[in-house]
Every structure is written in C-alpha cells, then in structure tokens.
C-alpha cells in the first residue's frame, strides 16, 4: 500500500475529509491513560451488521478533547451532565457514520487504493518543499499509533461517507410557484375592524362569604409538592492538583463523619467544611443556588426522604447532598387562599361581564350595525393590532366576524379584505435560499430516518457500564 502511494501523482478530491483525521493524531496516549490496558477487541454498539469498537471510541474521545480549550476539558470532568452529553455526542458521531458507511456498502461504493493514494499524496501534512515526503508520512503514522493499512481503512471510509451523502448534500432550487406561496402568505395584509373589551373596564363589589366558598369549591387550589434539603461544601480550586487532593481527604472524612451518625451540620462543622440548608422548593420554584447544577436538583426529585447523595465534584469543590424532607402536594385549606381567591373571584367577574358586552357588539356586528368603539387597521401577521388580534385575523377568512379572547381582553373583529403583498426582489431572494435549506433539511431528515430504520442500533450494556459508567 505505502508503495502504491509512493507512487501516485494525483491531485486530492476530499482534503476537508482527511483533515478529521489530523485531529486524531493529537492526543492518543489521553485515551490509552484512561482506560489503560482494557482496550481488547470489544463491541461497544452494533449498528445493523457491523460493530463500533470501545477503541474507536476512545480514539474520538482523544480526538474531541484534543480540540478542547482547558476550562472546556475541566467542564467535562467536573460537571456530570456535561460529561454525559460529551458522551453521547461521540456515541451519536460514530453511529452516524457507521451508518453512512453501511449504506455505501450496500449501493456497491468503491473506494479504490488509487483513490486513497492520491489524497494522502496531496494531503500538506505528508509533503516537503512541495513533494510527497516517505519520511513525514511514516513519521506522523509513527507518532499516532497507526498501522498503514489502519490509515488507509480511516481514509476509505470517510471518503465512502462522502460519497454516500453528496448527494443528500447538493443543493436544492425552489420552485418559484412554491417561493410565491409563501411569499404571499408571509407578506400578506389584511384590513380588519376591532373593538376592545378590557376586563377592567368593569366593576364588581366585595365578594360574600358564601361567593368565595363556591368559588373555591369550582377551582380548588393545590400546592405542589415540595423538598427541602440541605448539603456540605468542601471548597477548592479543582483545576489545582494540591487543593484537589487535600479536599478529597477532607470530603472523604465528611462522608465517614455522616455514615457513623452525624447530622450534615455537625460532620460540616467537624471538618471545617461550609453547610448550607436549602429552603423548601418545588417542581415550578427550583432553588437558585450557584453550587446545586440542574443536574444535582434532577438528583434530589430522584432520591427518598432522609437520604444522602454519593460524594459529587462540583466546580466549587466536593459536594454531599442530603433530601431532608418531602411535602406531598395537597390542597390548600379555604382560609390560607382566602384573600387570592378573592382577587381570582373578582377577576373571574370581571372577565364574565367582559364577554357579555363583547357578545352584545358581535350581535350588533351580524345584524349590519356599525361597531361599537371600532379601530380600522391594516394589519401584517406581525404588527398593526395586538398579537392575539393578528392572529385570528390571518386565521378567519374575509368577510367573518368573531370574538377574540385574549389575556386582559376580548376583542370583536371583522377581517375587511385580503391584500396580496407588493413583490420585492430581495425578500424573494431571501424566502427562496429559505425554501431551499428547509427542503435540504427535510431531505436529510428522512434519509437519516431511512438510515436509522435499516441500521438498528444497539449498546451492549455490559461493556458500556465496564468501560463508560466511569467516563463522566
């Protein structure tokens, strides 16, 4: 193979290919540290009929972490949802391209060793004063860790995706029936009379006893279930190998310290370490708390009253979480939502007398009246009346009339006309590329569809908990 390359002279077609690869020789060893001597030939995820490896796993892995900035690197170590979605990002790149690989298998895609040796002949990385160089090639293969026949395998298969998605890829011109619809639909005007009815416009006295207790019994008021809790921060600069590990011992002390009976406080306090309670919060009100991440918050809606959490690293130090105590939702007692059912009761008045007068106009309207407090405009699908307004007016056709319920309001509205829109070359310019990259999207959504459905994918559990479960 290095011989057949030696000896081609072609130019390169898929240079933006091989430059994935020049990523992956940086950082090789990052990996083999990691996972040390595990990596034997184990199957990670089956994509139809062929295997993802937890070698090729870890060679994405070094890849991705070798394009990382430091703070980037320190997030997916410290931050347990961050690390999971790095994970899974990797998992999805691979099975995605296996996938793509399959595909080109199975439409008889060739690439030939002459194709590979042209793009590695011409690639900058392999050449010297202009001249494919043995010495660079052999050199950069050395320090990667890859075989020849390893490399050319890389190669082959991503030139094959590119093969395989050209033309998912290529672009798509709109027809100009379909860019005139929509252009019509966007830019469209419509003359349209309305009236408001603001519910404050009306007044209701002091509800009565009685009135509030059947309002309550129609609209019983619930409180959500709520958790308080309470966690020990053990501060440190975690990007600082010296503080990490005298934290840890610190944190490991607070953790035996609670496991032998200690309340938080008191293992905290023991080991000089800061203790804070969290007031009750519920599902709708989380707690803003600068150390609690969204995924330590998900952690206390998962965990039983009274417990602790394992020992988490945070960004701030060693975190170890207790939920103190859970309050099932219930229903509110009628004296402790008195006063807000009064305010809800008035509201709800307000809003009935409201409707009553928007009918009166509508009724008015129907019978050839002329509206009542009536306001004209000319309305787009993005100004000119009120959103709730504009909405229905582009959803009625011309000619009706109806009642628009809105947040404070209700509004009587009779759509006047249809006004197609003035053409304006740029904004059919623009609606068109638009167009196009919708249908390029749609396109490539169902070919991934397709690619899913005739590629199953499945994990193997037992390797992925060996080698991944710790990978966070």
Known sequence: MLEYLRNASEKPIAKFLITILAFSFVGWGVAEWIFGNVMGDTTLVRVGGEKISV???????????????????????????????????????????????NRGREMGFIVSDHRIAREIREY??????????????????????YSEAEFAEILRANVLRSMVLGAVGAPIKTPKFATDAMYNARYAERNIDYATVKFDDFKVGEPAEQDLRDYYAQHPQTIAETRAASYVLVLADMSKPDEYG???????????????????????????????????????????????????????????EGTESELIETKSGFVIMRLDKITPAHTAEFESVKKSLAADWARDAKRKQAYMRANEILVDVNAGKEMAGKKSATVSRTNGAPNDVL?????????????????????????????KPTADAKKSADLAKEVSNLTARGLTDDYNSFLIRENPVRINEKVYRRFLSNDQ
Do not use: C, W
């Open 124 to 145: 900058p990385e392999f050449q010297e004063k202009g001249a494919f160089s043995t010495l660079k090639f052999d050199s950069v293969l050395n320090n990667s860790g």
């Open 55 to 101: 070698q090729q796993y870890n060679l994405e892995r070094s890849r991705q972490m070798a394009t990382m900035t430091r703070d980037e690197m320190r997030n997916v170590y410290v931050d347990p949802v961050a690390a999971q979605k790095f994970q899974n990002d990797i998992i999805s790149k691979l099975t995605t391209q296996q996938m793509v690989e």
């Open 246 to 304: 005298d934290a840890y011992e610190v944190a490991i002390k607070v953790e035996d310290a609670i496991i032998g009976g200690d309340t938080l406080a008191d293992a905290a306090s023991k080991n000089k370490a800061k203790f804070i309670s969290v007031k009750p919060f519920s599902a709708e009100k989380l707690p803003t708390d600068d150390v609690l991440t969204d995924a330590m918050i998900s952690k206390l809606f998962n965990m039983d």
């Open 391 to 419: 909405v229905a007016a582009f959803k009625a056709a011309p000619g009706t009339s109806s009642i628009v319920p809105s947040n404070d309001a209700f509004y009587v509205m009779t759509v006047k006309s249809n006004h």
